[in-house]
């Protein structure tokens, strides 16, 4: 994987899996610190503590179609690579949180690659889940959650183009807005 919005993309998989009908995604650019931080949170099943220390080893699937399992193991991977680390709790009947930390500077860290597209694809595409988005850069921060924009879309279904177009753009947008101010300090 090349970047870490298809990571993001992959270990949501996992949530939507664990029959997860909450998904929390978060991105905190942490300059002041240099690091960028990957905090993904779901209600689903869980994993039993005994598998949790295998879990992001990549020799580790519950998959029956093929043996490794790669999800985990590559965004570990991934992090460490960039003078980071990676986490994961699990409690079962409960959730799983995922966490990775890159060092932001770091030569090797992947691009962030295009949130907006990657959160407006796994919303529309999940109609029963909510989903919350927070991204952070410094002390500013944009938070979405489905649930507000289902509200409002009232008959619109979340799953329609339209909508689709219309969170990729507001995703964009305040992205976009976060930078140019963190830029402007
Ligand atoms: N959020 C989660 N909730 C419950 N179980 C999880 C979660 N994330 C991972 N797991 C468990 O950890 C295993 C390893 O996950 P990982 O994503 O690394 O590989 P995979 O999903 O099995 O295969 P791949 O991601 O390559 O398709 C999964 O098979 C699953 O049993
Ligand atoms: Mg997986």
Known sequence: ?????LHILDIV???IVACANLISIEVEEDYANDRLIIIIVDNGKGIEKHLLDKVADPFYTKRTTRKVGLGLSLLKQSAEMAGGSFSIESEINK????KAIYQHSHIDRQ??????QTISILVASNPDINFTYK???NNNSYYFDTRQIKEVLE???ITSPEVRVFIHQMLKQNID??????KEI
């Open 135 to 137: 991204h952070k850069i």
């Open 155 to 157: 008959e619109v279904p």
């Open 1 to 5: 994987m090349e970047e870490i919005a």
């Open 13 to 15: 998989q996992n949530s």
């Open 111 to 116: 691009p962030l690659g295009d949130i907006p």
């Open 177 to 182: 807005m976060l930078n140019r101010q963190f």
């Open 95 to 98: 959730g799983t949180t995922v």
